[in-house]
């Protein structure tokens, strides 16, 4: 079992059970012409991520981590009239291409690309925004990712969930000895979210493998809990 089956079944069920898009398949096309790295979310995680946000009736997503703008597509096109995602992006190229994405999808108006480090721009969410977000979407620098865990905690409704991208990397979050910083953030992410004081005690949270066109990796499904 390995990378040639997991490609078909991802083709039989894209092919299958996924509309022809052309605003998607055209930001993926502006992403590969403007040299970004190809490491959108693939097209059956985009639309999980869409029927996540759809099916917990989210108004309001945040995103860390950009890129052109692929999975914010799929986000924002969840969000009822009047709802909102915020984006954050550390490159202004990334978010120039992701505008111009969004724009061509005609979704300017649903998302607010903020540029800068995350880590600078959540204080500023925070004090902002009018009520907190339903769904958090995770995908940014892997290191920052009990950061970011704690910022979702912060920032999220009781009931909402924080999702986190890339969270086995081929396996190797298993790997105790690892020294690879993305793996370490995601074994400190772990640690966070079942001894941190403030995290834990609002939290519950599992990790989900996948296999596909990105090789195999996974994601983080953490909801946070109703006070009790
Ligand atoms: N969610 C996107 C892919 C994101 S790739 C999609 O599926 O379409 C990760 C992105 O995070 C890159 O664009 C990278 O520039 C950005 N990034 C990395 N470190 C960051 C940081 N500290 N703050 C904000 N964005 C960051
Ligand atoms: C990488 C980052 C991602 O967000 C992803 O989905 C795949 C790979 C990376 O930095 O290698
Ligand atoms: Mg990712």
Same mark, same amino acid.
């Given at each position: ?17 996924? $509309? ?51 999975s914010?597509?799929?986000? $924002? ?13 550390i ?6 291409v992701?505008?111009?994405?969004? $724009? ?7 998302v ?6 995350? +880590? ?14 339903? +769904? ?8 920052? @990712? ?9 920032l ?8 986190v991208? @890339? ?8 790997? $105790? ?17 079942? @001894? ?16 596909g ?16």
């Amino acid at each position: 079992m390995s990378q040639a089956i997991w490609s078909a079944v991802e083709h039989y069920t894209v092919s299958t059970l996924h $509309a022809k898009d052309d605003a998607l398949e055209r930001a993926l096309a502006a992403c590969e012409a403007a040299g970004l790295p190809p490491i959108s979310v693939a097209p059956a995680e985009g639309k999980l991520l869409h029927l996540f946000a759809r099916a917990c009736g989210a108004t309001r997503i945040l995103e860390i981590g950009t890129l052109g703008g692929y999975s914010a597509i799929w986000l $924002a096109r969840a969000l009822p009239a009047g709802g909102r995602l915020i984006t954050l992006e550390i490159s202004p190229e990334h978010a120039s291409v992701a505008a111009s994405n969004l $724009a061509a999808a005609d979704l300017s108006e649903r998302v607010e690309i903020r540029v800068g480090r995350a +880590l600078d721009l959540l204080p500023g969410i925070e004090r902002e925004m009018d009520r907190p977000f339903d +769904l958090v979407f995770v995908d940014a620098d892997k290191q920052s @990712n009990a950061e970011y865990v704690r910022w979702g905690v912060r920032l999220t409704r009781p009931g909402g969930v924080i999702i986190v991208d @890339n969270v086995v990397r081929a396996g190797e979050v298993a790997d $105790a000895g690892s020294t690879d910083e993305r793996v370490l953030g995601v074994r400190r992410m772990n640690q966070v979210l079942v @001894n941190d004081p403030y995290v834990a005690p609002r939290v519950d949270a599992t990790a989900i493998q996948t296999v596909g066109s990105k090789g195999y990796d996974g994601f983080a499904f953490i909801a946070v809990k109703h006070p009790e």
